[in-house]
């Protein structure tokens, strides 16, 4: 059986165009049968059965990881068969990184609950918002992913009660259901803006870098600006799409805040998020947000990213974020306003101990994005800036790649990702004594580097 997929564009005059090409005919029993085998290699490699495969994954994302990733996705626990799904193999960051578990004498009794929520608004003012994990979902923008990838994150950060974010490539219909766990995000291109999303929107993100990028802003090759990407972000298709760096209306405190008080006169319950790269000055760059008025600072260290982010750029500019988080954490306690703002951290963060680790440097919480897409079948294999280049149909805009990934199975395969941190998480906080992930935040003494 074979479907025309028809698609709608506008002409200059205003006047709704619906078009079909060869290129948009599907043989939908082609796509299921190319479903089952991919969830059929889902559940086989992390089996070990043939090893791992020789050309999966990079050092920060090896194949041991990304494969036990795969199977907390379908099991919602840590594989019990020797894959490693703690560290990388980076050689830096946070696999060089350990925790200085105590005695088993010492341990948090077995019978006491831990808790791993945490609050989202330290202010004193505005709506109070507590999530019951600490992590939501970060930017990935419709565009740079399929928009069913965006529905499986919106349906697992619902059923989790955490959130996950927009990006800046607008507010796709079918995420509005979930709208009380989307986050919306503001770039300095904004590119599907509205005031009706704005105002859907319980957290609003201001994106003036971002960790992959720093310096450069956003960019959406043409290849992936298909009609109904262009008409989302009210563009024009085919065309490269540039988020410039920085917002050429902000270059102060004052300038910030105007941004904060835009959002806050069309949608006055929401919280405001600022998301930043790591540069020098992050520190100051936090204090900054705080006195603007935001409730969150999010930092975004350059180990994210998905494979359209060039590479010169992760690994040349910026500050890694393990040494972001302390220097902001420290500068913050000494200007005396710590508690009076949530820290978030991104770029890097791949398994339940990267999350415990960032939380002692000094973070509250995290922010995921690329495990996201490990859940569901990413292999890292760096095509993700084509429009037909990732073959598990997650960094696509083809519409008959975009099939592979069923929302409802990709939001069970994060879902049980998340089940799998948490229960881990409370594993760790048990071995160091503690009760609360709050309890963990900064504490670097519980921390030990390993040469």
């Given at each position: ?191 599907g803006v509205r005031e009706q ?218 879902s049980n990702l998340y089940a ?32």
């Open positions: 059986m074979e479907r025309n997929l028809i698609f709608e564009s506008w002409c200059l005059s205003g006047q709704k165009v619906y078009y079909m090409t060869k290129a948009t005919t599907v043989h939908l029993p082609a796509i299921q049968k190319h479903i089952e085998h991919l969830r059929q290699g889902f559940k086989f490699w992390p089996t070990l059965e043939k090893g791992t495969p020789p050309a999966m994954g990079d050092f920060r994302w090896p194949a041991e990881l990304i494969l036990s990733t795969w199977y907390q996705a379908g099991n919602g626990k840590p594989p019990e068969n020797g894959l490693e799904y703690r560290t990388g193999q980076s050689g830096g960051g946070f696999d060089k990184l350990d925790f200085k578990f105590l005695p088993e004498a010492q341990h948090t009794a077995a019978g006491v609950d831990i808790d791993l929520s945490l609050p989202l608004n330290r202010r004193g003012f505005d709506r109070e918002i507590e999530i019951p994990v600490p992590w939501y979902g970060g930017g990935m923008s419709f565009g740079s992913i399929s928009e069913q990838v965006m529905r499986a994150r919106a349906m697992a950060a619902t059923e989790w009660g955490t959130f996950t974010s927009t990006g800046e490539g607008g507010y796709p219909d079918s995420l509005v259901p979930y709208k009380d766990h989307i986050i919306t995000q503001i770039a300095t291109g904004m590119f999303t704005i105002q859907y929107a319980p957290i609003v993100e201001f994106k003036y870098a971002q960790g992959a990028k720093p310096g450069l802003g956003g960019h959406l090759l043409g290849d992936k600006t298909t009609v109904t990407v262009a008409k989302m972000r009210e563009s024009v298709p085919w065309v490269s799409l540039f988020s410039p760096f920085p917002f050429h209306s902000v270059y102060s405190v004052e300038d910030h805040r105007k941004h904060v008080d835009w959002v806050k006169t069309i949608n006055p319950e929401a919280l405001v998020s600022v998301k930043v790269s790591t540069p020098t000055d992050v520190d100051m760059v936090a204090v900054g947000s705080y006195y603007a008025g935001a409730h969150i600072v999010h930092l975004d260290g350059s180990y994210g990213g998905t494979g359209a982010a060039p590479e010169i750029a992760k690994k040349n500019i910026a500050m890694p974020i393990e040494f972001a988080i302390p220097k902001v954490h420290k500068y913050l306690l000494g200007e005396n306003i710590r508690d009076e703002i949530t820290v978030m951290a991104s770029g890097g963060v791949r398994s339940a101990y990267d999350i415990a680790k960032a939380i002692a440097l000094g973070a509250d919480g995290v922010v995921l994005g690329t495990a996201d897409l490990i859940s569901m079948g990413c292999t890292r294999c760096s095509n993700c800036e084509r429009g037909r280049g990732c073959p598990f149909g997650l960094t696509t805009t083809d519409p008959e790649l975009s099939l592979l990934i069923e929302p409802e199975w990709g939001a069970q395969r994060i799998s941190y948490a229960g881990q998480l409370r594993d760790i906080l048990r071995r160091l004594g503690l009760k609360s992930i709050r309890e963990l935040r900064g504490r670097t003494d519980l921390l030990r580097y390993n040469n």
